[in-house]
C-alpha cells in the first residue's frame, strides 16, 4: 500500500525535475489535502520567483508533467498557480486492496529505528493522582503506543516524586499511625487525609515538626529504618498507582519506575562535570547554569540552580542527571517529556543547559510535550465544589457510573452492562483528552464526552460494533474477508481515499508526540463509513459489489481497531 499524500509528492518531484531541471527533484512538493480534488500542490507559488516566471505557468508546467502518471486522473490548475490533483480510481482501489491485505495495514516499520525515552505520568507518592494525571498519562501512552508500533526502541519512565523534606513529616506521621493503620489507608486511596494529617500536624506541632527535620535527615545519610520505612511507603503509594493504571489500561509497571531518589547517586557527579565545563559557576554560594536568553522581569541572567548554599539538591540538579542518564547510559537519541505547560520554562531551561553540556546534539534531541489544563464549566482549572483537586479514581467513577445511564435500556444483564459501561465511560474520558490539541486546555464535559454522536469516544466505538453487526449477520469472519476492492460509488471512492491516510496520521502523531492528529484521522474514517453505510447498501448488494463492499468495511474495522488500540481506547464488541 502507498500512502497517496507520498506517492504525489513523488510524482510532482519528478515532474519538476523532467519540466524545470533535476535540481528542482528535491523542493517540497507542499502537498495537501484540497476541497476541490483529491490533493492541492503549491510548490508552483514557491518556486515562481526563483525562476523569475509566473506561478500559473509554472503550475502549468508540473501539471503537464503530472499526465500520463497512472495514479493521477487529473491535475488542473486553479487560480494563481495552484495544482488540483485527482487520483484515479482504479489506483486507489488496488492500494485499498494492498492495505487489507498487509497485516501491518501498510504502515511502513521506520529505519532506522530510534531508541526514545517518553517520560509520563509522573505521580507523587504519597499524594492523590488528581485529574491533571489524567492528561500526562494518557498522551505519554498513547505516544509509546504509537511509537512502538513504528517499530521504536521505546523506554517508559514513570519518573515519581519520592525524595524530599515532606517525606520527614510523612515518616513521623506513618511512625505515630503504625505501619499497619497506614499501609491500610494508602491502599484504600486515602492518600490526601494521610499527607493532610501529617502537615496539620507539621504546622502545628513544634516537637513534631522537629522529629520530622531530624527525620529528612536521618533519610539523607541512609539509616537503615528510616530508609525502610520509606521503601514501605513509596512501595505502599505503587500499590495506589498500580490499580489506576490498570483501569485505565496504562502500559505502566513498576519496571518502568524511575523515582527522583534513582538519581541521587548522581548528582554530585553532574554538578562536578558542568562546573568542569563552565557550563555552571557559583553564584551566592549556590552552584548555578545561566543558560544565555533566559532573564528576569529586571534583566538580569535567571539560574537555574543546581547545588544550594546549604550543600542540597533540587529537582533541577535530577532533571540534569536524568538527561545524562538517558543519552549516555541509555542511549537515547529522542527525550519526550509529556508535562504540564507551566514547566515550560523550567524544560526550556534545562535543555539549553544540556545543549551547553553537549548531552544534547543534533543527532539527541530533547522535547517538552505540553499539556493544557482539564477544565470546569467555568472554564477554571476543573476542581470539585469545595475547591479541592478532584481525584482521578472519582473522576473515572463518574465516567463509568454515567455511562451505564446511557447503555442502561440496551442491555438486560447487569454485569454486561457494568463491563460496556467501563469501556465507554473509561473510552469517553480518554477519547475526551486525546482528541484535543495536548498543549490546549478543554472544557470536561460528560454529556458531550458520551454523546453517541460528533467526535467522541462512543461514536467510534459505535462505529467498531456497527461494522462487527454486518459480519455477524452475514456469517462471515472479518479477519477471512478479501477484495478485490471496486470504487463505484463517490462514497465508496471517499472512505478508500480516507483508509489509504492510516500511516501519515501515525507517523505524524509519532512526529508530534501529538496524539489528536489519530484521533481526527479516525472520527474523519468513521464519519466517511457512516455515509458509506448509510449509501451503500452491503448485505443486500450482489456479485462483486457486496465482495468489495464487504472488504472496504473490514478494512474499515482493522483500521478502526488499530487506531483505537494505539490510543488506548477499549473496543467493546458489541455496544
Known amino acids: 500500500m502507498t500512502d497517496p499524500e507520498a506517492a504525489l509528492g513523488l510524482l510532482v518531484q519528478r515532474a519538476l525535475a523532467e519540466q524545470l531541471g533535476s535540481e528542482f527533484a528535491t523542493a517540497d512538493p507542499l502537498i495537501r489535502p484540497s476541497g476541490f480534488a483529491d490533493y492541492q500542490s503549491n510548490v ?20 503537464n508533467g503530472l499526465d500520463g502518471a497512472s495514479a493521477v486522473e487529473t491535475a488542473e490548475v486553479s487560480g494563481p498557480g495552484f495544482i488540483n490533483i485527482t487520483l484515479r480510481d482504479r489506483w486507489l482501489a488496488e492500494q485499498a486492496d494492498d492495505q487489507l491485505a498487509d497485516p501491518g495495514l501498510g504502515v511502513p516499520i521506520v529505519g532506522p529505528a530510534q531508541c526514545v525515552v517518553v517520560d509520563y505520568s509522573a505521580p507523587n507518592v504519597a499524594k492523590e493522582m488528581h485529574v491533571g494525571h489524567l492528561r500526562t498519562t494518557v498522551v505519554g501512552d498513547a505516544v509509546v503506543r504509537v511509537l512502538e508500533f513504528l517499530g521504536h526502541r521505546v523506554i517508559r519512565a514513570n519518573h515519581i516524586g519520592d525524595w524530599g523534606t515532606q517525606f520527614g513529616m510523612l515518616l513521623e506521621h506513618l511512625l505515630d499511625v503504625g505501619e499497619q493503620v497506614a499501609y491500610d489507608q494508602l491502599a484504600a486511596g486515602e492518600i490526601n487525609d494521610f499527607y493532610q494529617a501529617a502537615k496539620q500536624k507539621f504546622d502545628a506541632d513544634p516537637v513534631f515538626a522537629e522529629r520530622a527535620r531530624l527525620r529528612v535527615v536521618a533519610l539523607q545519610s541512609g539509616d537503615p529504618e528510616t530508609v525502610r520505612l520509606w521503601q514501605t511507603l513509596v512501595r505502599d503509594t505503587e500499590h495506589y498507582y498500580n490499580a489506576i493504571y490498570r483501569r485505565l489500561d496504562v502500559k505502566l509497571t513498576d519496571a518502568d519506575l524511575v523515582p527522583e531518589s534513582f538519581y541521587n547517586s548522581m548528582l554530585a557527579d553532574v554538578c562536578d562535570e558542568l562546573e568542569s565545563l563552565g557550563v555552571a559557576v557559583i553564584s551566592e554560594g549556590a ?4 543558560p544565555p536568553g533566559f ?3 529586571d534583566g538580569s541572567p535567571l539560574p537555574i540552580i543546581l547545588r544550594k548554599s546549604d550543600g542540597g539538591y533540587g529537582y533541577d540538579a535530577t532533571d540534569m542527571a536524568a538527561i545524562r542518564y538517558r543519552v549516555r547510559e541509555l542511549g537515547a537519541d529522542r527525550l519526550i517529556y509529556v508535562v504540564g505547560s507551566e514547566q515550560a520554562l523550567h524544560f526550556s531551561m534545562v535543555f539549553a543547559v544540556a545543549r551547553q553540556a553537549g548531552w544534547l546534539t543534533d543527532k539527541v534531541r530533547a522535547e517538552h510535550a505540553t499539556i493544557g ?11 470539585t465544589r469545595s475547591g479541592g483537586s478532584v481525584k482521578l479514581s472519582t473522576l473515572i467513577d463518574e465516567a463509568v457510573e454515567r ?5 442502561r435500556d440496551r442491555y438486560e444483564d447487569p454485569v454486561q452492562r457494568r463491563q460496556i459501561a467501563e469501556a465507554v465511560g473509561i473510552g469517553a474520558l480518554k477519547y475526551g ?3 484535543v490539541a495536548r498543549d490546549s486546555s478543554y472544557v470536561l464535559d460528560f454529556d458531550r464526552l458520551l454523546a453517541l454522536t460528533g467526535n467522541t469516544g462512543p461514536y467510534l466505538q459505535y462505529a467498531t460494533a456497527r461494522i462487527r453487526s454486518i459480519f455477524q449477520r452475514a456469517g462471515l469472519d472479518p479477519a477471512q474477508v478479501t477484495g478485490p476492492i471496486q470504487l463505484g460509488t463517490s462514497a465508496e471512492r471517499v472512505l478508500a481515499l480516507q483508509l489509504l491516510g492510516l500511516g501519515r496520521a501515525i507517523s505524524d502523531t509519532a512526529a508530534a508526540a501529538e496524539p489528536h492528529k489519530l484521533a481526527g484521522f479516525l472520527f474523519e474514517l468513521a464519519s466517511a463509513f457512516t455515509t458509506f453505510y448509510e449509501q451503500c447498501p452491503v448485505l443486500t448488494a450482489e456479485g462483486e459489489t457486496r465482495v468489495s463492499r464487504l472488504a472496504l468495511c473490514a478494512l474499515t474495522l482493522r483500521v478502526l481497531a488499530t487506531g483505537l488500540g494505539l490510543l488506548g481506547i477499549p473496543v467493546p464488541e458489541r455496544m
Open 44 to 63: 508552483a507559488m514557491s518556486l515562481a520567483k526563483r525562476l523569475g516566471r509566473p506561478p500559473r505557468q509554472v503550475a502549468e508546467l508540473i501539471a
Open 287 to 290: 552552584l548555578c547554569a545561566f
Open 295 to 297: 532573564t528576569a522581569r
Open 373 to 383: 489544563m482539564v477544565a470546569g464549566a467555568d472554564r477554571k482549572r476543573f476542581r
Open 403 to 407: 455511562a451505564e445511564e446511557v447503555i
Open 433 to 435: 483528552d486525546l482528541s
